[in-house]
């Protein structure tokens, strides 16, 4: 079984809906990430969360939100998607204790939003 | 801040060829260094990693040394395979930070039978 799991796959969504996106982990890791990756700009950091009482904002958090329900859980929110936010999203868990802070990524889900 | 600047592709090469992917970093301090890779359809896998200077990361017959002097780690194969085709990434943290990962903007190889 895969370690780090993203749902869903795959979503299509119009304009001004919101949709979640989820992440669990099975690594018992404390921290976990939200990236986004864009043909040509690489992956950025959009939140990650270092435990479940502690989030904070990456380099592109404008129009996302995040939540943090349990150690093994951090879901991403679009409150009001638009077409710039299609993309591909991926979750990633890292533990404090590991070094160099090695990040072990989901498989990513692939959003398109119309 | 920290940045990390590889070359661009996409680089296509037949099979058994040498590979060379350039990567050079900007970062304060004593970074650590990695190169992810990204097969087709799947999320991002650690392929080797380096934490001090002169340190040669390898795995799966690619390797990178960590060259302080130049601010490099390029990452090489001696022959590539078919199955070697996917997107790879260099990636840094440290520079003042213990959790951010600094992404290059990733290299798209195609290997041809």
């Known amino acids: 079984d895969a370690d780090v799991t993203q749902t869903p796959r795959n979503r299509i969504t119009k304009t001004g809906k919101r949709i979640m996106l989820e992440c669990s982990q099975t690594?018992?890791?404390?921290?976990m990430y939200w990236y986004r990756q864009d043909p040509g700009l690489g992956l950025r950091l959009i939140y990650y969360?270092?435990?479940?009482?502690?989030?904070n904002k990456g380099e592109i958090s404008d129009g996302y939100s995040v939540s943090r329900q349990a150690q093994a859980k951090f879901s991403l929110s679009l409150e009001s998607a638009i077409p710039n936010q299609t993309a591909l999203y991926f979750c990633?868990?890292?533990?404090?204790?590991?070094?160099?802070?090695?990040?072990?990524f989901g498989p990513g889900t692939r959003l398109t939003v119309l | 801040g920290n940045s990390v600047t590889q070359m661009e592709g996409p680089v296509t090469l037949s099979e058994e060829a040498f590979l060379t992917i350039n990567c050079t970093y900007t970062a304060t301090g004593y970074p650590s260094l990695f190169w992810y890779v990204q097969y087709p359809g799947e999320g991002l896998q650690l392929l080797l990693k380096?934490?001090?200077?002169?340190d040669k990361g390898s795995n799966k017959g690619f390797e990178a040394t960590y060259r302080k002097e130049t601010t490099s780690f390029h990452l090489e194969k001696g022959s590539v395979q078919v199955s070697d085709s996917a997107v790879y990434f260099c990636?840094?943290?440290?520079?003042?930070?213990?959790?951010?990962?600094?992404f290059g903007k990733g290299t798209l190889l195609t290997v041809n039978p």
């Open positions: 690594k018992g890791h404390d921290r």
């Open positions: 990633a868990t890292s533990d404090q204790g590991l070094a160099p802070n090695e990040q072990f």
């Open positions: 969360s270092f435990d479940v009482k502690d989030i």
């Open positions: 380096a934490t001090k200077a002169d």
């Open positions: 990636a840094l943290v440290g520079g003042g930070s213990n959790y951010k990962l600094t």
